[in-house]
């Protein structure tokens, strides 16, 4: 087996009805801000976790020294409104900086993980099926900025490389530092 995962903390995310009760919510308790959007999560042709394309709206703020992203599934497909509609709202995901998101996807799958979700190349246009492939071949053609494993018992794991901080730069803008505690490895601007 290979070793532990080099890993920093990023932010929970959770499954809500509606991301504006949530953010009220959590205004209300810990006095919280949130920067708010929508964006298209194509779908997933992985074999082992195929899903339709979404529309989801997110959330991401500070609470209490924490990152939380609020995910409200707004057309009623995908894993989010299967989530939601299975077990209320709740943690989905723990997600996690990693300094080498294949290497830690490798790792991940030596671990016993299953893929269930990923960016796939630096473009984004390619999709993989992990059947019949190594941990070492899944981790080849799995690209920045994200993978999704599940350890089997309990919430996902999000496993997030240091480029995705340009993309969370063009969602969040000047509210980034705010919001996020960046990743403790150089990112691609950094």
């Known amino acids: ?11 929970v995310g959770l499954v809500v009805h509606t991301v504006d009760s949530a953010i009220a919510r959590y205004e209300r308790l810990f ?18 976790a195929p899903a339709p394309a979404t529309r989801l709206r997110v959330a991401y703020g500070r609470v209490a020294g924490m990152t939380f992203e609020l995910i409200q599934p707004v057309d009623g497909n995908g894993t989010h409104a299967e989530f ?21 996807v490798e790792g991940a799958l030596e671990h016993g993980a299953r893929l269930t979700s990923a960016s796939i190349t630096a473009a984004g246009s390619a999709v993989v099926s992990i059947a019949g492939m ?13 993978a999704f494993v599940d350890m089997g018992d309990g919430p996902e794991i999000e496993l997030v490389g240091a480029a995705a ?11 980034l530092a705010d919001i996020i505690d960046p990743p403790p490895w150089p990112t691609a601007g950094g």
């Open 31 to 48: 006095g919280a801000t949130f920067a708010i959007f929508e964006y298209d999560k194509s779908a997933s042709r992985l074999a082992e």
């Open 84 to 104: 939601l509609e299975k077990r209320g709202e709740g943690v989905h995901h723990f997600g996690f900086w990693v300094p080498d998101l294949q290497r830690a």
């Open 165 to 175: 901080i340009s993309v969370l730069e063009t969602l969040l803008g000047d509210r």
């Open 134 to 146: 190594a941990p070492h071949e899944v981790a080849r053609v799995v690209g920045p900025p994200v």
């Open 1 to 11: 087996m290979s070793a532990p995962i080099e890993a920093a903390a990023y932010h």
